[in-house]
């Protein structure tokens, strides 16, 4: 089992930045991908980006060239830098794991951002 801790989030002004950041510990070895997810008030949970074991990357594409993905081994942990935020980025952010045979890992409480003057 891998277990998750999520930090970082909080109010930013429009056109700020942001970075939350994925602990990861238990299994990791288990990790083939790992995924930022968020869910803004009365929307469905989407995909915002996705990190592979391989390092390739997928972002949705209202974040693109927005947000980065990226993580650190030695910490086994997973940021997603977020720039130029926009309202429409207000949601809960939750990251998420996935082995190899597409198994993901248990959903955290998530991290409010709110985008907002």
């Known amino acids: 089992q891998v277990q998750l801790v999520e930090s970082g989030g909080g109010l930013v002004q429009p056109g700020g930045s942001l970075r939350l950041s994925c602990a990861a510990s238990?299994?990791?070895?288990?990790?083939?991908?790992m995924h930022w997810y968020r869910q803004a008030p009365g929307k469905q949970r989407e995909l915002v980006a996705e990190l592979t074991s391989g390092g390739s990357t997928n972002y949705a594409s209202s974040v693109k060239g927005r947000f980065t993905i990226s993580r650190d081994n030695a910490k086994n942990t997973v940021y997603l830098q977020m720039h130029s935020l926009k309202p429409e980025d207000t949601a809960v952010y939750y990251c998420?794991?996935?082995?190899?045979?597409?198994?993901?890992?248990?959903w955290g409480q998530g991290l409010q951002v709110t985008v907002s003057s």
């Open positions: 998420n794991a996935e082995d190899p045979y597409g198994r993901r890992s248990s």
């Open positions: 238990g299994n990791i070895d288990a990790i083939n991908a």
